[in-house]
C-alpha cells in the first residue's frame, strides 16, 4: 500500500536485554523473528503483500546512556492497529502477564475519534507504545 509504513527502527539502550519484550509484544501482533545481528534484531510482519519490519537496535555513541523524552525531538510513540476491542483487551491481559508497565488501562478515548479504544505502555527504556482499535 503506498504510504504504508514499510520499516521502523526502535534504539534501546540494549537490544539483548529488551528482546524477550519486543519478542513477546510483537509476537502478539504477528510479528516474527527475521534476523538477529550484533546490533539487536528485526521482527517482520508478512500478511500478502503487506509488509512491515520493526528493527530493535541497541543504542551507540555518546548519548548512548540518555533517557529517553517522548517531548523531546524524536519518537513520541509508536501505535499499532488491534483488530477489535477485545483484541486490546486481549494485548492488556498479555502486557500483564509478561509484566510490562502499563500507563494506561484498555479505555475509550472519544477525544482521538468515535469508537477510539487503546491500551498504552512502554518499555524498559520508557518508549511510549499503543495498541488501538478505531473502527
Partial sequence: MRGAIHHIDLTVKDAHASHAFYESVLGFM???LADAHPNGYDFDLRDGDFFCSIGILSARGENAERVHDRYSAGLHHVAWNAASREDVDAMH???LN???????AP????KYGPGYYAVFFTDADGLKLEYVFKP
Fill in 30 to 32: 504477528g510479528y516474527r
Fill in 93 to 95: 491481559a498479555h502486557l
Fill in 98 to 104: 509478561i509484566g510490562a508497565n502499563i500507563t494506561d
Fill in 107 to 110: 479505555a475509550a478515548y472519544p
